[in-house]
């Protein structure tokens, strides 16, 4: 099945710092999404991609669709200590199921 | 305007014992699924439904059964409760198939011991 490798795994970096995180896939998808969680929460919506090198911010935050769509990346600019959480991709392929394939996540922690 | 809403919050099983985690949302939306979240693995999808009176599996459906007998409600049921079903359950949902719009309830963490 489609599976979705993201990394790094973990990050643990200074408050100001810029942080990136990517998610690559065997498998073409025609959308790629970027979630946040929480502690006790469930997952929340970062960004939405929905085109082939199509860059999107929201804020602090852009993340880009990969070229090959097999890949995406997530970049954070000035963390804070807010921004503490674990971030993952999802995708979601051709079929109209709404089904969404997940990574692994990337926890963060932000030293103040 | 509750969004998705889960229940219980927490529970505590001994193996060999069933239950229902229930999940209702109350925004008309089509599709609705299960995940469970597990250290390192991400979420992975358990079974769906793109309607009432339609489900279909995901990756890890064994052990688990659902139904969708209203738009509102997709109960997640364990038939026979086993420690690797220790995991947080998730419960989502969709207006369509773009999955964008999915809302995520709060989570059930489940422990079986």
């Known amino acids: 099945g489609q599976q979705l490798n993201q990394s790094p795994q973990s990050m643990f970096i200074q408050e100001g710092e810029d942080v990136s995180m990517n998610c690559t896939s065997s498998?073409?998808?025609?959308?790629w999404l970027w979630y946040k969680q929480e502690p006790g929460e469930g997952p929340v919506l970062l960004i939405a991609l929905y085109k082939a090198g199509e860059l999107t911010s929201n804020g602090r935050l852009t993340a880009q669709f990969g070229i090959t769509r097999k890949d995406s990346f997530l970049n954070i600019s000035a963390s804070i200590p807010s921004d503490v959480g674990i971030y993952f991709c999802a995708g979601h392929g051709s079929s109209n199921t709404g089904k969404l394939i997940f990574g692994q996540g990337t926890t963060l922690q932000v030293k103040p | 305007n509750a969004g998705v809403t889960q229940t219980p919050k927490f529970q505590v099983l001994k193996t060999g014992q069933s239950m229902t985690l229930q999940c209702a949302q109350d925004?008309?939306?089509?599709?609705m699924s299960w995940y469970r979240q597990d250290p390192g693995m991400g979420l992975r999808l358990i079974h769906y439904s793109v309607g009432a009176g339609i489900t279909d599996q995901g990756e890890v459906p064994n052990g688990y059964n659902v139904s969708r007998s209203t738009t509102e409600d997709f109960p997640l049921r364990l038939l026979s409760a086993a420690p690797s079903q220790t995991s947080v359950y998730f419960c989502a949902s969709s207006f369509g198939q773009t999955p964008a719009g999915y809302t995520f309830g709060s989570g059930t963490r489940l422990t079986v011991v």
């Open positions: 925004m008309n939306h089509e599709y």
């Open positions: 498998s073409i998808f025609n959308t």
